[in-house]
C-alpha cells in the first residue's frame, strides 16, 4: 500500500535513494511534502497530493496570453511563475509579416514546451513543437494539478478512453489545464468526467465506471438529438 | 485587571478541573474553506479560530519579491466579536507583534528556497478567543501549510506554559493567564515524531531559571500530544487517498 | 495572477452549459446552494450564527454596549453593521481598511434589517438622550464561493434571533432576549444572458459581476434592494426578480423559524 506521510517523516535511511518529494539531513531521507510514499529498495519519491504546478524544463503547458511586449509575450501558465514566450520561440512559418499582437494578442491561449528556466525561476516557452499550437477553439478545463497523473492514466490509458469514447481532441497541460476541442456537448461530458477522475483515482475500478458514466451520457445525448429531428 | 486575584489552584486541581500536565480539550480539522489553497480550524479550550493558506503565489506589488526564496506572510486577526468587549476592526500593536513572531516560527521551517520569487500567504481569524491564542493559531496554520501542498522540513507545535499560585501549568486558560505570574509561549519543530527544536519562544512575568527548564519540559510534553492531533486531522483528510498498489 | 486563469476558463463552461439551459452544478435556475444555520457558535458573542450557503460561509457576531444615542432618536437603540472581507476568505481579497465592496455588503446587509424594523430599536433604550445599546453586527467572510451577500444578510438575522442584551454585565438591569419582531431575507441573483440565476456560486460569478439583491420582510414587502455591478436591467427582468425573490425568500425564512 502506498502510504500517507506528512513532511518530517522519516521515509529512508540511505541518502542514495532520495527523490522527489524528499530531502535529505544528517544522512537521513525525509519527505517534504504530504502525499503518497512510493518506496523500492532503490528510490523513494512521495506523489503529491496538493500543491501548486511548478514548471519544469519539457513540460507541456497550457497558459493564457497576459502581455504583449516588443518581443515576445508574457504567458500565465497557472502557476507562481508567469512566463515568456519569445517571438523567435514562435513558429516563423506562421508569424511572417505580422505584428507581434496580431500573432498572439491578450487573452489568447496557447499550449507550449517550457524551453527553459533560470536560478530565478524566470520560465521561459516554445511553441517550436508538433504538439504546441495557439488555441482558437475547444475549452480548456482546470484541475489540480497534482491529479493530472491520475487524468493521463497509466501509459495514457485514460486519456485514450476519453479520445475513443467521445471522439474529440485532448492535450494535457502539466500545469493542471487540459485543452478539449470536438463537439460542443461531448466536451462538456468529457469534461464532466475529468472532474469525477480528479476526485476519484485512487478508487478501484474507475476505468469501468468512466466507461459507463460516458456511455449513459452519450445515450441521452444521441436520444435527445434523435427527438430533436423528430419534432423538427 | 485591577478586579482581586482568584484562587488559581484549588486542592492539587486547575479551576477548570485539569491537573497541571494536562491539555485543554483541542479539536482540528483539515482543509475546510474551498477557495484557500490549504485551511484548518482548531478548536483549543474555548479558542475558535480558522486558518488559510495561500501560495506559492505571485507576490504584488513586485519590489516584494525576494529573487532567492519565498516571502512569507502571516496575517493573525482577531474578529470583532471574538472577546467579551468588542474588539475595533483591524491590526492593533498586539496582533502585529503576534503576527511577526508566529512568521518567524515558520519560515525556518518552510523551504522558501524552492519557491524564488513567489510568496506564501498565511492568514488566521481567530473566531474566538480565550487564551493562548497565538498557540492555537501556529498550530492550526502549520496544518494549513500542510494541507496546502508546501514543502517543509517538519511540523510545527506550539503551547504556552504559565506560573500560576506558584505551580507550573501546562496550556493556560483564560483566569491563569490573566492572574498568573508567568507565561511563556513555545513553538517546536518537530520532525518524525521527535522534537528537534524551538521555533517560538516569548516570556513575560517572572520565573526562575530552574523553573524555565521545567517548563520548557512541560511544553514539550504538551506539544507532543498536539503533534498527534494535527497529524491525525491530516490523516482523517486524506486518508482515503492511500493508493492499493 | 493565477486566480485569473482560472475565472477565465470557467466562463467558458458557464456560457456553454447556459446555452444548453443548465447550470454547471445542475442547479434549476431559482435553486439555492443547500443551506446550513447554525447559531450560538460563538459563546463571547451576544449573538452568534454561521452559515453555509454551498460552500460559501460566513460567521456573524452580535456584540452589544451601551453609548449615546444619536440627537434625532434620542430614544432608540443604535444599530451598527460592519462586514470585513478577511483575506482568508479569497485568493483577491487584500488586508487593509474596508473596501467598496465589504462597505456594500455592510450597508446592504444594514438595510434589510433597518428598513423591515426587524429590532425594535425603541426596547433598546436605557436613558433618554444619554444612554442606549449600540447593537453590532459584525460581518466575517470565511470562504467566499459566491453569494456573500445573501449568506451574511441570513447569518445576521439567525445571530439577531439569538442574541441577548447583556444587561447584567454593564448594572443597568436583568438581561433580556433581543426584541425582533421581523424576518427580513435577501435573494440575490446574477443576470446574464436572458437569465435569472439566484445565489450565484463563484464560478458563475465569472461571467461578470451582474448582481440584484431582493430584501423582503415576512408580509413580503419588499425593504431593501440593490442593483450591483455596471449592466442593463430591462423592466421585465425586473418584475421577474421581485416574484422570484419574494418567493425564494418565503422557503428561506421557513429555516428561520426553527433558530
Not at chain 3, 125 to 134: A, F
Request: charged share 30%; aromatic share 6%.
Amino acid at each position: 500500500m502506498r502510504k500517507l506521510v506528512i513532511p518530517g517523516d522519516l521515509v529512508a535511511t540511505n541518502p542514495r535513494v532520495a527523490g522527489y518529494g524528499t530531502y535529505v539531513e544528517g544522512g537521513k531521507v525525509y519527505a517534504k511534502i504530504l502525499g503518497l510514499l512510493d518506496k523500492t529498495d532503490t528510490s523513494v519519491r512521495i506523489i503529491p497530493l496538493k500543491g501548486k504546478y511548478i514548471p519544469s524544463v519539457g513540460d507541456i503547458v497550457i497558459g493564457i496570453v497576459r502581455e504583449v511586449t516588443g518581443n515576445g509575450w508574457v504567458v500565465d501558465i497557472h502557476s507562481p511563475y508567469q512566463a515568456f514566450l519569445p517571438l523567435p520561440e514562435y513558429p516563423e512559418n506562421k508569424s511572417r509579416n505580422l505584428k507581434v499582437n496580431e500573432i498572439l494578442d491578450i487573452g489568447d491561449a496557447v499550449i507550449a514546451r517550457v524551453l527553459n528556466i533560470d536560478p530565478k525561476m524566470k520560465v521561459t516557452l516554445t511553441m517550436k513543437d508538433k504538439v504546441c499550437k495557439p488555441v482558437r477553439v475547444g475549452r480548456i478545463v482546470a484541475i489540480n494539478p497534482a491529479r493530472i497523473p491520475r487524468v493521463i492514466g497509466k501509459k495514457g490509458s485514460m486519456i485514450r478512453l476519453l479520445k475513443a469514447e467521445l471522439g474529440i481532441q485532448i492535450i494535457v497541460g502539466q500545469n493542471g489545464l487540459i485543452w478539449l476541442n470536438g463537439d460542443r456537448r461531448k466536451v462538456s461530458i468529457a469534461e464532466e468526467a475529468i472532474y469525477i477522475i480528479e476526485a476519484e483515482a485512487h478508487t478501484e475500478g474507475l476505468t469501468d465506471r468512466i466507461t459507463v458514466f460516458i456511455k449513459s451520457k452519450k445515450g441521452e445525448l444521441e436520444n435527445e438529438r434523435g427527438e430533436t429531428q423528430a419534432n423538427s | 485587571m485591577n478586579e482581586e486575584k482568584p484562587k488559581l489552584i484549588v486542592d492539587g486541581k486547575r479551576l477548570d478541573g485539569r491537573s497541571f500536565d494536562e491539555l485543554r480539550p483541542i479539536k482540528i480539522e483539515a482543509g475546510i474553506l474551498k477557495r484557500a489553497d490549504g485551511s484548518c480550524y482548531i478548536e483549543m479550550g474555548k479558542n475558535k479560530i480558522v486558518a488559510a493558506v495561500y501560495g506559492p503565489r505571485e507576490v504584488h506589488p513586485k519590489h516584494l519579491q525576494d529573487p532567492s526564496k519565498a516571502v512569507i506572510r502571516y496575517r493573525y486577526n482577531m474578529a470583532p466579536f471574538s472577546v467579551e468587549e468588542r474588539k475595533r476592526p483591524g491590526p492593533d500593536r498586539r496582533s502585529i507583534e503576534i503576527s511577526k513572531v508566529s512568521k518567524e516560527a515558520l519560515e525556518p521551517v518552510i523551504m522558501k528556497e524552492l519557491f524564488p520569487r513567489s510568496g506564501i500567504d498565511i492568514f488566521v481569524e481567530v473566531l474566538q478567543a480565550d487564551a493562548g491564542t497565538r498557540t492555537a493559531c501556529l498550530n492550526a496554520a502549520s496544518v494549513a501549510l500542510i494541507d496546502a501542498g508546501v514543502a517543509m522540513r517538519g511540523i510545527v507545535t506550539a503551547v504556552a506554559v504559565a506560573k500560576v499560585d506558584g505551580q507550573l501549568v501546562l496550556d493556560p486558560m483564560k483566569e491563569e493567564d490573566n492572574y498568573g505570574e508567568a507565561d511563556v509561549p513555545f513553538a517546536f519543530l518537530i520532525r518524525s515524531g521527535k522534537i528537534e527544536s524551538i521555533t517560538l519562544l516569548q516570556m513575560d512575568g517572572r520565573m526562575t531559571a530552574e523553573e524555565l527548564k521545567k517548563a520548557l519540559e512541560l511544553a514539550k510534553k504538551g506539544a507532543m500530544e498536539i503533534y498527534a492531533v494535527q497529524r491525525d486531522a491530516i490523516m482523517r483528510k486524506y486518508r482515503s487517498e492511500e493508493e492499493v498498489e | 495572477m493565477s486566480e485569473d486563469i482560472l475565472l477565465d476558463i470557467k466562463r467558458d463552461y458557464v456560457l456553454s452549459r447556459l446555452r444548453d439551459g443548465e447550470r454547471i452544478d445542475g442547479r434549476r435556475f431559482d435553486e439555492y446552494r443547500p443551506i446550513e444555520i447554525h447559531t450560538n457558535v460563538i459563546s463571547k458573542a451576544e449573538g452568534s450564527a454561521l452559515v453555509k450557503i454551498g460552500n460559501t460561509q460566513v460567521v456573524v457576531g452580535i456584540k452589544l454596549q451601551p453609548g449615546e444615542p444619536f440627537a434625532d432618536t434620542p430614544d432608540r437603540g443604535v444599530l451598527i453593521t460592519n462586514a470585513e472581507l478577511v483575506p482568508l476568505a479569497s485568493p483577491t481579497f487584500e488586508p487593509g481598511p474596508p473596501d467598496e465592496n465589504s462597505v456594500e455588503l455592510a450597508r446592504v446587509v444594514d438595510r434589510g434589517i433597518r428598513e423591515s424594523e426587524a429590532i425594535d430599536l425603541t426596547k433598546l433604550c436605557i436613558e433618554e438622550g444619554s444612554k442606549v445599546w449600540i447593537v453590532f453586527i459584525d460581518i466575517h467572510a470565511l470562504d467566499d464561493d459566491g453569494n456573500l451577500m445573501d449568506a451574511s444578510a441570513l447569518a445576521a438575522i439567525a445571530a439577531l434571533l439569538t442574541t441577548t442584551v447583556p444587561a447584567e454585565r454593564f448594572g443597568v438591569g436583568e438581561d433580556f432576549p433581543l426584541p425582533v419582531r421581523d424576518l427580513p431575507v435577501s435573494v440575490t441573483s446574477l443576470i446574464v444572458n436572458d437569465h435569472i440565476l439566484i445565489d450565484p456560486s463563484r464560478d458563475e460569478v465569472s461571467v461578470g459581476q451582474y448582481f440584484m439583491t431582493i430584501t423582503t420582510d415576512q408580509d413580503d414587502n419588499i425593504v431593501a434592494m440593490q442593483k450591483s455591478g455596471s449592466y442593463l436591467l430591462s423592466e421585465e427582468k425586473f418584475y421577474e426578480l421581485i416574484d422570484v425573490s419574494i418567493a425564494r425568500a418565503r422557503e428561506i425564512r421557513q429555516l428561520l423559524k426553527d433558530v
